[in-house]
């Protein structure tokens, strides 16, 4: 879909600081290690020392590497018919948001990459089971799509409306960083199916989305939020309270999980905004419909 409006320059997003400084280097070692781990898996295919046949437990190994280097070199030239089939599925098991669709979340999509100086908006899903909470973006071999899970969502919408907000824009990072592109998939092959080697570059990005979702939405850091208490809660949250706990939280311990959890701790992502210049700017207060219907009524 076409965006006919440029964004104009009080509104406009510089996007010249939004990538985590940590994200290059990191992306740059990750792809040197998957061409190790690829130059070893395929000289495995053809060679193996005599004194590793004498190791049974070794033995198994090189035999689960020669399955994995062979499997990745068939395996790269069918990244776009696994792209269109994820998309095909996704399509199946989704409601695809527009002006008719819940315009009101398809009109903030709209508002974003107009913001960005996007040309074309990557279609919105909502689903309830073809993705796990909260949200993600893919590509298929023409385009880029954004996933949206229904428990973000509230029956009034307003509600949650800052924390979707944010999550949209947090996606967009991901497609504006060309994190989902199929040349990415294909540098990451065989890091791709090792946990502790793919997570460093799993959580800078994250960094990198959270930017995005900071710029375009300052009021949306309860998008963050959610991932510490859900949904339901966030409206019950002290917000400065919980902002507060990012100051005394780190150590030693904190940094360990780099390697174990591909997601970052939340108040680990809020302490990165937070050292990028970011703050968080509450939200207008929310009226319930009852009330606002009643002000109106009295009015």
């Known amino acids: 879909m076409s965006n006919p409006h440029g964004p104009t320059p009080c509104d406009a997003v510089d996007e010249a600081l939004l990538r985590d400084p940590l994200e290059r280097p990191v992306f740059i070692a990750t792809v040197a290690c998957n061409f190790v781990l690829m130059a070893v898996a395929i000289a495995l295919v053809f060679y193996q020392p005599g004194w590793m046949k004498t190791h049974p437990v070794l033995g198994k190994d090189i035999?689960?590497?020669r399955v994995l280097a062979i499997t990745a070199?068939?395996?790269i030239p069918l990244l776009a018919l696994n792209r269109n089939r994820r998309e095909a599925a996704i399509r199946g098991n989704s409601v695809r948001l527009s002006e008719h669709q819940f315009p009101e979340i398809h009109a903030v999509i709209q508002g974003h990459c107009r913001r960005l100086g996007m040309t074309t908006v990557p279609e919105l899903f909502l689903s309830s089971g073809t993705i796990a909470p909260y949200s993600r973006t893919f590509s298929s071999w023409r385009e880029n799509y954004i996933v949206l899970h229904q428990i973000i969502f509230d029956i009034d919408d307003r509600k949650t409306m800052d924390v979707i907000s944010f999550i949209i824009g947090h996606e967009l990072g991901a497609i504006r960083l060309k994190q989902t592109a199929v040349w990415n998939e294909m540098l990451l092959t065989y890091v791709s199916s090792i946990k502790w080697l793919r997570n460093?570059?799993?959580?800078?990005?994250?960094?990198?989305r959270d930017r995005y979702g900071a710029a375009l939405t300052p009021t949306g850091f309860r998008g963050l939020l959610i991932n510490a208490v859900g949904r339901r809660l966030m409206n019950q949250v002290n917000i400065e309270d919980y902002l507060a706990q990012e100051r005394r939280y780190g150590g030693f311990w904190s940094g360990v999980n780099v390697f174990f959890e591909e997601r970052p701790q939340v108040l680990t992502r809020i302490r990165r905004l937070h050292a990028a210049g970011y703050r968080y700017l509450p939200p207008t207060e929310y009226t319930p419909p009852q009330e606002a219907?009643?002000?109106t009524t009295e009015a």
């Not at 460093?200 to 990198?208: A, D, G, N």
């Open 200 to 208: 460093p570059l799993e959580r800078v990005r994250v960094f990198s």
């Open 73 to 75: 070199l068939f395996g």
């Open 293 to 295: 219907a009643t002000a």
């Open 63 to 65: 035999g689960f590497l």
